[in-house]
């Protein structure tokens, strides 16, 4: 999957996309990514890429001119049409569902808004769609753009290297993630569950789902509605009374 990311400041995008498993996947080739400075399409003696709003109001807009030009020359750069995504919070939220129709695309044209968003004229004419990682405002889409990125390519067969490394992450089953526990057994007085040293894999695998559905229903019951449960687990769910102490009971 190929990544065209357009920004202001390719310095707050470039360091984390080369770390770790995005740099690894970048190394393997499952994955390319190539990050453009807006500013080379500005025209002008200062490559100016804002002005201030038509009606008045606070702060600049990002202007139209370099964002029409960016897009479309990058579009030529390479033979597969870009599917161009605007980071916004007024866009479609980052989820699952989302990250699935997305990959469906072989490469991915985003823009990184700044200030007080772009010229509503990038929106109608040249953005196929927008994407929203969550309902607050940060200064610009850079951020949201390597959540969308890292997000993206982990569900990239290869790039996590074990083929199930994704399938227990928490939201993949629409669900949380069970508690995870290392060595030492016992730090500070604190041991880990016994079940999980008890070497019996079978109750280790349904304490590890019971974790799931019980962390779910209290921190984010939203999610239980679309959850991947059997009926028999919603049964039990029903049934449960729930001490968020102590959690389910499991007799």
């Known amino acids: ?49 804002d002005d201030s709003p038509f009606g008045g109001g606070p702060g600049m807009v990002m202007k139209p001119e370099p964002i029409f030009d960016a897009v479309e020359e990058i579009q030529k750069f390479d033979e597969t049409k870009a599917h161009v995504v605007l980071m916004s919070p007024q866009g479609d939220r980052l989820n699952n569902a989302l990250l699935t129709k997305l990959l469906k695309f072989e490469r991915l044209l985003i823009i990184c808004g700044r200030y007080e968003g772009v010229d509503e004229r990038v929106r109608e004419v040249i953005v196929d769609q927008e994407v929203c990682v969550g309902d607050v405002v940060v200064s610009g889409g850079e951020f949201p753009a390597l959540m969308l990125v890292d997000a993206l390519s982990r569900r990239i067969p290869g790039v996590l290297g074990a083929d199930d490394a994704l399938e227990e992450e928490s939201f993949e089953s629409g669900l949380l993630e069970y508690p995870q526990y290392t060595r030492p057994a016992e730090f500070q007085g604190h041991l880990v569950p016994e079940i999980l040293r008890s070497g019996n894999h079978a109750e280790i695998e349904r304490w590890r789902r019971i974790q799931q559905i019980y962390r779910t229903h209290v921190r984010r019951p939203d999610l239980l509605s679309d959850a991947q449960l059997s009926e028999s687990e919603k049964e039990w769910l029903e049934n449960q009374k729930i001490d968020n102490k102590r959690g389910f009971n499991l007799e």
């Open 1 to 49: 999957m190929r990544f065209d990311i357009v920004t202001l400041f390719p310095e707050i995008v470039g360091p984390p996309l080369n770390q770790s498993i995005l740099k690894n996947a970048q190394l393997s080739g499952l994955i390319n990514i190539f990050i453009h400075q807006l500013r080379d399409w500005a025209k002008g003696k200062h490559n100016t890429v």
